[in-house]
């Protein structure tokens, strides 16, 4: 059964893949921010915080290929002809709950890196 929805769905997927790009960048700049803010850390507790920032961001990037690399898989499986709606469907829902979720990760690390810089500040 061919996919009917396939441009609507490419559509969602490049919104996606631009949200991915846009939090990889964002990262890249945390992980800046956060190598400066570094020598700020004194007290055991900011260092162990540090550290818990400095994984959590590695961890996020890591994410932001996965998801972009199952995006392009998804893709990739709705432009081969016969390609199986249904199956597809259910990558596809499974993709959005993925992005919501980490959209909700990031968000929430993004407001404890706010609460660590300005606990050095």
């Known amino acids: 059964m061919p996919v009917k929805n396939f ?4 559509k ?3 919104i ?3 949200d991915l790009l846009k ?4 990262i890249k700049s945390l992980q800046a921010e956060l190598t400066d803010l570094s020598s700020k850390a004194t007290s055991t507790d900011q260092k162990i ?11 996020h990037k890591v994410v932001v290929n996965d998801k972009l690399g199952e995006i392009t898989r998804i893709d ?15 990558l596809d829902h499974l993709q ?3 992005m919501e979720q980490f959209d909700r ?3 929430e690390l993004r407001k404890e890196f706010k609460s660590f810089r300005q606990n050095l500040g």
């Open 7 to 10: 441009e609507e769905l490419h």
């Open 12 to 14: 969602q997927h490049q």
């Open 16 to 18: 996606w893949k631009l």
């Open 23 to 26: 939090a990889e960048k964002e």
């Open 49 to 59: 915080q540090l550290e818990h920032l400095q994984n959590s961001l590695i961890r």
């Open 76 to 90: 990739k499986l709705m432009s081969e002809e016969g390609a199986d709606s249904d199956k597809l469907l259910t």
């Open 96 to 98: 959005q709950e993925d």
């Open 105 to 107: 990760l990031f968000g």
